[in-house]
T-cell receptor
Framework: SQQGEEDPQALSIQEGENATMNCSYK?????LQWYRQNSGRGLVHLIL?????REKHSGRLRVTLDTSKKSSSLLITASRAADTASYFC????????????FGRGTSLIVHP | DAGVIQSPRHEVTEMGQEVTLRCKPI?????LFWYRQTMMRGLELLIY????????DSGMPEDRFSAKMPNASFSTLKIQPSEPRDSAVYFC????????????????FGDGTRLSIL
């Protein structure tokens, strides 16, 4: 399937440090989206990067996309305790009916 | 605008009972999705609707599961009879129509229903 796979499964850092998590996928994509899920809540859309883009920024978030390696990374700079959450990627594929699916996510813990 | 609203937030019931989960999508959204999330299997897509019509229900685990969308503002996911292995968090999400032939619209999730079957 075209499921995005995130790694690492878990990441534990100190407040102020940067956090990097990765997503790999299997076939050509049109775009890739990152989501965040806080404990006990639904997923929240963070950022979308299209296949013709290599890097995108939103506040403290930086997303890169390498279509040759079929991978993406999400970097959170100067992390805060409030960034503690699970992070998921989902891919969009040209063809209309394909629905992006989610992996198991990366669980990020930021210690104050 | 209100987000996706799910009810109940928590449900505890005994094996064999019928369970009905409810969802109100964001007004104007064309797509509605039902997901199930467990530690073992992650987030699984169960079924999705486009303009109230079920498009793909291949993720529905068994005939015990059924979903309906009688109108643009309401959907239900029913489990009958329920079993302990159905215990999970069930999410509903909605989205605008695909614009360019590929999925490029964010999905908006509700806060889920935590279901426990004893």
């Amino acid at each position: 399937s075209q499921q995005g796979e995130e790694d690492p499964q878990a990441l534990s850092i100190q407040e102020g440090e940067n956090a990097t998590m990765n997503c790999s996928y299997k076939t050509s994509i049109n775009n890739l989206q990152w989501y965040r899920q806080n404990s006990g809540r639904g997923l929240v859309h963070l950022i979308l990067i299209r296949s013709n883009e290599r890097e995108k920024h939103s506040g403290r978030l930086r997303v890169t996309l390498d279509t040759s390696k079929k991978s993406s990374s999400l970097l959170i700079t100067a992390s805060r305790a409030a960034d503690t959450a699970s992070y998921f990627c989902a891919t969009g594929v040209t063809g209309g009916s394909y629905i992006p699916t989610f992996g198991r996510g990366t669980s990020l813990i930021v210690h104050p | 605008d209100a987000g996706v609203i799910q009810s109940p937030r928590h449900e505890v019931t005994e094996m064999g009972q019928e369970v009905t989960l409810r969802c109100k999508p964001i007004s104007g959204h064309d797509y509605l999705f039902w997901y199930r999330q467990t530690m073992m299997r992650g987030l699984e897509l169960l079924i999705y609707f486009n303009n109230n019509v079920p498009i793909d229900d291949s993720g529905m685990p068994e005939d015990r599961f059924s979903a309906k969308m009688p109108n643009a503002s309401f959907s239900t996911l029913k489990i009958q009879p329920s079993e302990p292995r159905d215990s999970a968090v069930y999410f509903c999400a909605s989205s605008l129509v695909v614009g360019t032939g590929a999925w490029d619209q964010p999905q908006h999730f509700g806060d889920g229903t935590r279901l426990s079957i004893l």
